[in-house]
């Protein structure tokens, strides 16, 4: 055997080994949602469970209104996706093509955004937000991540990758920069799209501290904030917390399947220029 055919059987190997320890949290949360509390509690721990409880998953679409969070997360998700994208492209493409006074300095500013805690805009938001009245309500719950300081860079990073020249030909055509940019910009960005778009998504679907914060009705609340109510401070039902992490894991799992070579490359190309 050649050393480069060791060399790669070792790379294999840690990769292999890499894979196990990432999955294993997965596979161990879906072991434990198909457990009884006692299992799931056992010392020495209980790999498998000695009869599969289904009834876990029933339970929480039957006792946790868990269709109702599902919606609610699921159309925040949405809006601030969308959101994220559309404000998001059109500060970045000012950033990358267009000159305008202080340019950098605002650029500076938003990316200084990235620089501080989330939690510092928290009391700010909900003052802003119980102003509106909005408090335990949907609108209250996407309307502080409309926007994104870090799609802003990425997009900004991407859109310096186009040409020039493609721009220039389309002013010579009689294109206006509004056309330019739907029809040429984001056509050309789908990667680097996909890819916030993703984040976006992911931000939505798992935010806990700020649903917690604006909204207490039980009605009102998304999949992590009620999932986040399964976990008591003396007693746990970890069976019942495992399979709706298990359900509300599944979408994001099946997106990222579809997407994951859009991803890939939108987060390689965005970060080859300054």
């Given at each position: 055997m050649n050393?480069?055919?060791?060399?790669?059987?070792?790379?294999?190997?840690?990769?292999?080994?890499?894979?196990?320890?990432?999955?294993f949290p997965f596979i161990w949360m879906v072991l434990t949602a198909l457990k009884t509390n006692v299992e799931a509690t056992a010392v020495p721990p209980q790999i498998f469970p000695s009869n599969p409880q289904w009834e876990n998953f029933k339970f929480i679409f039957t006792n946790m209104n868990f269709g109702r969070l599902f919606f609610n997360t699921a159309i925040s998700t949405i809006i601030i996706t969308v959101g994220q994208v559309l404000f998001s492209s059109f500060a970045a493409y000012a950033?990358?093509?267009?000159?305008?006074?202080?340019?950098?300095?605002?650029?500076?500013?938003?990316?200084?955004v990235l620089m501080v805690p989330g939690q510092v805009f928290i009391i700010p938001q909900?003052?802003?937000?119980?102003?509106?009245g909005l408090l335990n309500t949907l609108p209250a719950l996407f309307m502080p991540g409309l926007f994104s300081a870090f799609g802003t860079f990425l997009l900004r990073q991407f859109f310096l990758q186009i040409p020039e020249e493609i721009e220039e030909a389309a002013v010579i055509d009689g294109a206006s920069r509004i056309r330019i940019f739907f029809t040429i910009i984001l056509p050309l960005s789908k990667s680097a799209i996909i890819s916030l778009s993703l984040f976006a998504i992911l931000y939505g679907w798992n935010s806990l501290l700020w649903p917690l914060i604006v909204n207490t009705a039980p009605e009102k609340m998304t999949l992590s904030a009620g999932l986040a109510s399964l976990s008591g401070q003396y007693v746990t039902d970890y069976p019942l917390l495992m399979a709706?992490?298990?359900?509300?894991?599944?979408?994001?799992?099946?997106?990222?399947?579809?997407?994951?070579?859009?991803?890939?490359?939108?987060?390689?190309?965005?970060?080859?220029?300054?």
């Open positions: 050393i480069e055919k060791s060399k790669k059987i070792i790379v294999h190997l840690i990769l292999i080994l890499g894979s196990v320890m990432m999955l950033f990358a093509k267009l000159d305008f006074p202080f340019k950098n300095i605002l650029f500076f500013l938003i990316l200084s909900y003052l802003i937000i119980q102003k509106m709706g992490s298990f359900i509300a894991v599944i979408p994001l799992i099946g997106l990222y399947f579809i997407f994951q070579k859009q991803f890939i490359e939108g987060i390689a190309l965005s970060g080859s220029k300054s």
